[in-house]
């Protein structure tokens, strides 16, 4: 329970930084944002209109709390550009993102589960090799890259997927998961490297104890061995690495999205970049780092769960 | 009593002798080491003699050269200004190598100062503040954090340097914190501190040379990943500018030509390739090499 408390304390300076520094990005930009929006032409009036409009001329501090009073209202401002609220926007944008994560864990799970064991129980064999070779390459690999190859490969040369006319899942699966699905494989392979990787050492390390000894001793096979008893203890820090992965994952689908034209998350991010709609570059800065405090404690806490030692020592520093 | 003075001296150095001899006979079988130094060897080689290397101009147009294929005169075939595909890659090296250094003195430059006073000084001020601004920027996912402030800040290398790097700071104030954490009750700690050496320079004099090892794998994984987010943010046109060769603006550039001319493509997403692959075996085989505790 301490473990919790304290858990859940350390949450409040992170969310308090992490919100002066979303609010803070807007002053980054050298010169004015105001004139920076509506370009070189604008007439001082208007630039005195938008600086009004985005609260501007007040003092810095009073910005930030009236910044963050409409904040824990879920209020995220108004778009720049759509004038609509970013919330709305985002809330548009998010399920075609998640869907692709989803997608893409799954994608990795498939990949590295498989021969991760494989590799455990043939140590030292080809397939434990193969294990080796896949997760070195596949980190090197960064996912655009084959992400473009797919393109190449699949909608250029042979027809087999469309590269777009993206659809949500609900209106039609079948085309739906026609344009999703390289996207899912781009992305998962890197995500299966890191956690094949993983599995891998953390397996290696618990097949050396005597608990893994004695199943062997007692005349169980290799792989009831390696799935029943050592695979339930090398599992923690997976977990760990898929929760860490989920922040890896958020900035990777940014650029995944840009190369298949998925009108996700990161599309809007991108798209409010280039067209300086700030407002909305915050509000997703916001909701992106919002996803992964979120995830990383839900993942501390199921460590908890799963490790009493955890627990019972106050945690981790 | 005295002691003879040959005898100190053997007792003193006769470990670190065995340990130096048995480095050098693991530094000769770490084939992690080897492949990947001699693969970053290349790779920084070309980054700094591709002028000289290369057979024309990376911007050099050739007009009747359009969108060719592989050849004797074009190794890597040609983009649709007719530009040599080689010229541009070997360049691109280049960027790639002094955007992902320049991130990398960012980060340790901010980064090892605030490792080495947090682990050092702790309590509330590490505790619950530093500690926590450096969560909140490991809350942003890498690429996201390296977008938004190269976006806020304006395109161009410079800039993609400073957001990448900023992406490292967290990294390393980690790691240098948990060493520092580490050596801090160490014996030469506490006889450096008895001997009256000032905090300052058991900081840096006695426990970040004993710290090195992490972050000389860290570092070198970080070149690692800022390979691969120089050609994310040029690809997403918030990093190097057109005409500039940039592995990413290569690939950016390659997309609108898939059907016609898939070498455009392919090129420099092998480089980008090699390189990660280069600086990642050798972070691991520094790794093996200097941690005792990778002997298996």
Redesign the interface.
Known sequence: MAYIVKRLLTMIPVLLFLSMMVFSLIHLIPGDPAQIILGQDATPSAVAALRAQMGLNQPLFMQYVQWMGKLLHGNFGTSLIDHEAVMKLIGQRLPVTVELAIGTLIVALLIAFPLGILAAVYRGKWADFVALFTSTIGLAVPPFWIGIIFLLLFTVKVHLFQSSGYVPIWQNPGQNLSTMILPMVATGIREAAVLLRMLRSSLMEVVDQDFVRTARAKGLRGFVVIVGHALPNALIPVVTTAGIQIAGLLGGLVITEQIFSLPGFGQLLVQSVFSRDYTTVQGAAMVAALIVVVVNLIVDLVYGFVDPRIRLTGGRS | MAVPKDVVKEVATTPVVATRKRRGRKLFRNKQLWIGGIIVGVVVFVAIFAPLLSPVGPNVNDYTNILKGPSAHHWFGTDQLGRDQLARTMIGARTSMEVAVGALVVGLVVGIPIGLITGFYRGFLDD??IM??I???????????A???A????PGARNAMIAIGIGYVPIFVRTVRGQVMAEFEKEYVVAARSLGSTDWRIMWKHILPNSMTPLLVQATMAM?SGI?AE??LS????GVQPPTASWGTM?QN??GY??QA?WL??VP?LA???S??GF??LGDGIQRWLDPRQER
């Open positions: 619950w503040i926590r601004i969560d909140a920027i490991q809350a942003f996912p890498f690429l996201i954090l977008l938004v402030l976006a806020m800040l304006g690692a691969v050609a994310s690809y997403l046109g918030l690939l390659a997309q898939l059907g898939p493509a392919i997403g980008i390739v090699v990660v692959l990642n075996v």
